[in-house]
Antibody, heavy 118, light 112 residues
Framework: EVQLMESGGGLVQPGGSLRLSCAASGFSLNNYWMRWFRQAPGKGLEWVASISQDGSVKDYMESVEGRFIVSRDNAENSLYIQVNSLRDEDTAVYYC???????????WGQGTMVTVSS | EIVMTQSPLFLPVTPGEPASISCRSSQSLLHRSGNKYFDWYVQKPGQSPQLLIYMGSNRASGASDRFSGSGSGTDFTLKISRVEAEDVGVYYCMQSVKAPLTFGQGTRLEIK
């Protein structure tokens, strides 16, 4: 079964850091661009970052540029995002998703919650 | 940034009745390849988002044939031929023709 599973979320103080992980199973990560999205409590969906198959191309939403770093380990079939200098407004459920060749995000993980609070 | 505007934002529907959601983009979503990088997603209560329609009009694997997508350029529509109780959730449109990828505000469908 094709699956993505995020982990690494938690409660962190403003200015703190976390490393979120996304483990893929049922398919080879190295064939796909991958994406991170987030959803603040009670709010809509927001794209955070994308990374190419070999990790050479990375895109970020403006408000996380310079603070978040997306990476991947295709040998481990895993995707990561290092979230640094966290702010209250980064509080959200973070989802990883697979980018299909059509451009759509066809597989999503269950999400991991990041809460930024003092 | 491409702005996606959905309407309505709240959609109460009687079971068995049709429903329709519109999404308008501030720029054309037609890629130079000829593909439309536009999708519909649904997020059911307590669940992750799931792909419903891709490239404007193609049903995702596992999506009911009661769902159909249409549109081109900047105006897109999601139609449900006969709403069922299991369709309750928030429907989002999304463009991926140009970064940053952007979503509509979401349309909450509820059963009357």
């Amino acid at each position: 079964e094709v699956q993505l599973m995020e982990s690494g979320g938690g409660l962190v103080q403003p200015g703190g850091s976390l490393r979120l992980s996304c483990a893929a199973s049922g398919f080879s990560l190295n064939n796909y661009w991958m994406r991170w999205f987030r959803q603040a409590p009670g709010k809509g969906l927001e794209w955070v970052a994308s990374i190419s198959q070999d990790g050479s191309v990375k895109d970020y939403m403006e408000s996380v540029e310079g603070r978040f770093i997306v990476s991947r380990d295709n040998a481990e079939n895993s995707l990561y995002i290092q979230v640094n200098s966290l702010r209250d407004e980064d509080t959200a459920v973070y989802y990883c998703a697979r980018r299909h060749t059509t451009g759509a995000s066809d597989v999503w993980g269950q999400g991991t919650m990041v809460t930024v609070s003092s | 940034e491409i702005v996606m505007t959905q309407s309505p934002l709240f959609l109460p529907v009687t079971p068995g009745e049709p429903a329709s959601i519109s999404c308008r983009s501030s720029q054309s979503l037609l890629h130079r390849s000829g593909n439309k990088y536009f999708d519909w997603y649904v997020q059911k209560p307590g669940q992750s988002p799931q792909l419903l329609i891709y490239m404007g009009s193609n049903r995702a694997s596992g999506a009911s044939d009661r769902f159909s997508g249409s549109g081109s350029g900047t105006d897109f529509t999601l139609k449900i031929s006969r709403v069922e109780a299991e369709d309750v959730g928030v429907y989002y449109c999304m463009q991926s023709v140009k970064a940053p990828l952007t979503f509509g505000q979401g349309t909450r469908l509820e059963i009357k």
